[in-house]
């Protein structure tokens, strides 16, 4: 059973057209005891229509380093009730959640080639693995795609180009159009195929789009990769979350 957890918002600063970065401080003695990639809930208190509350996942984006002041980067998504009561909290709201969460980690601490693809919101998690401690063998020999509407509808392409670079790593940033799309996942499939050919990764990590990044897990597999060298985090259009409901 998930545990409950506090956080206090002590710093919340918009970044590009939708974003909002909040940087909090986990209440109580223990450490968040996060490892850079991995995501953590958050109960919103905003009722949905069944009377539960909407509960929102977001990936760590600072680094594992500091256990106990971290950062996360909401999306306002235009329907997004949740989005918005995080995008409107003050400074000292106190935000319930749980985790940490999930398994977009590295292996081991071997230098490997590895290729990072991002959609959309799931450049939190790709930014969160970067800076992680355990990935900083990785990060000379990482290159990460990104795939977004524009350079400037969430965290600006320009400041996380800064960001990975400052690492170690290579970046490129993709216009794509938005999720649904006729076109999208032809686009972005072929690009990330192309760089994964230019750059003949050991290891590849895929977060965002579901329907853009699980066809492009199975190519990637049809073209050599062994699938265990995958990870990938699906933020929305998770065909398996589907197939269960």
Avoid at 43 to 67: C, F, I, L, M, W
Wanted: hydrophobic residues 40%; contains cysteine; neutral net charge.
């Amino acid at each position: 059973m998930a545990v409950s957890r506090t956080a206090r918002i002590l710093s919340s600063v918009p970044v590009g057209e939708r974003g909002r970065l909040l940087q909090l401080q986990l209440q109580g003695e223990e450490e968040l005891g996060f490892t850079g990639g991995q995501y953590l809930i958050f109960n919103t208190g905003v009722p949905r229509a069944d009377g539960k509350a909407h509960k929102r996942a977001y990936s760590v984006v600072s680094s594992d380093e500091d256990q106990r002041t971290f950062s996360i980067c909401v999306y306002r998504l235009v329907q997004g009730p949740g989005s918005a009561m995080l995008h409107e909290a003050p400074v000292g709201t106190e935000l319930p959640f749980s985790g940490p969460w999930g398994s977009f980690l590295p292996d081991d601490a071997t230098p490997r080639s590895t290729l990072v693809v991002a959609t959309d919101s799931g450049i939190t998690a790709a930014l969160g693995l970067l800076h992680g401690r355990a990935f900083a063998p990785q990060r000379t020999r990482t290159r990460l795609l990104w795939f977004s509407e524009s350079p400037s509808v969430f965290l600006p392409a320009d400041q996380v180009r800064e960001e990975v670079e400052a690492l170690g790593g290579r970046f490129q940033h993709h216009d794509c159009p938005p999720p649904g799309h006729p076109e999208r996942t032809t686009l972005a499939l072929n690009l990330a195929l192309e760089a994964a050919r230019a750059h003949a990764p050991e290891r590849v990590y895929l977060a965002g789009d579901g329907a853009v990044l699980h066809p492009l897990r199975q190519s990637l597999v049809e073209s050599g990769l062994d699938a265990g060298a995958i990870r990938l985090e699906s933020f929305f259009n998770n065909p398996a979350r589907k197939a269960a409901a």
